[in-house]
């Protein structure tokens, strides 16, 4: 899988980019008001000088026509980088976008994604990602997973080279969901990484290993000790 970190948040960035494969940074005006009243182009910029140029930077637009939609993302790639990607909601308007900044080969990340439908059209439009939600699908009595499965058989279908980019996570369950139903990556908060990785009984286990050790070859004696 793919694993992309869903924060602005620095000092997270630099936390798990020490210890995980990351395969970039996701963003969304929410995630940008957690970090305050930042300087916004300023602050995207150091995202990039943590997570280098081989990861994906995704940067989502806020306007509501595709003509303002546009010119938010020429601002992005010119006072970022040109390799960010444009993260554009799947309205008509935002379909029309999609459509033309793949036209001027500008990566895009399809988002708001909700239905089947708003996932095939993105996929027809040419992007890149299509990020459906999948905890606002779930809170909407929607089967996410099924809507994902479905999602990755039209990809296969219509040969696209799109990859899903599940996100709206609340329990890691709904990650391994959206992998076992055919999702290529992941975006996740840092948050309910560090409950992914936090589990009491594998934190037990490396105690019991540890005091076992200990029991014969001396206390607080490491291998590298011997
Ligand atoms: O990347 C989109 C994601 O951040 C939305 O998540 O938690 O607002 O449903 P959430």
């Known amino acids: 899988m793919k694993l992309m970190l869903d924060t602005a948040n620095l000092e997270a960035i630099r936390l798990y980019q020490d210890f995980l494969p990351l395969s970039g940074v996701t963003t969304n005006p929410s995630i940008i008001k957690k970090e305050g009243r930042i300087d916004f182009f300023a602050h995207l910029r150091q995202i ?55 036209k001027s080969g500008v990566h895009t990340t399809a988002t708001a994604v909700y239905s089947k439908m708003q996932a095939h059209l993105a996929i027809a439009a040419g992007a890149d990602y299509v990020a459906p939600y999948y905890n606002r699908m779930e809170n909407l009595n929607s089967d996410a997973a099924a809507t994902i499965a479905a999602i990755a058989d039209e990809i296969k279908r219509t040969a696209s080279s799109a990859q899903i980019l599940g996100a709206s996570y609340k329990n890691i369950e709904q990650i391994n969901r959206t992998l076992e139903a055919g999702g290529q990556a992941v975006t996740v908060a840092p948050e309910l990484l560090e409950q992914a990785l936090a589990l009491p009984s594998v934190d037990q286990a490396v105690q019991a290993f540890r005091n076992d050790w200990f029991a014969v070859f001396g206390e607080e004696k490491t291998i590298a000790d011997l």
Do not use: C, F
């Not at 943590?50 to 995704?58: C, E, N, P, V």
């Open 48 to 102: 990039r000088q943590i997570i280098g140029r081989d990861q994906s930077l995704h940067v989502q637009v806020i306007a509501l026509t595709a003509q303002e939609m546009l010119a938010e993302a020429d601002a992005v790639l010119d006072k970022v980088d040109r390799d960010v990607y444009i993260k554009v909601p799947v309205t008509a308007e935002g379909l029309k976008v999609i459509k033309l900044l793949r």
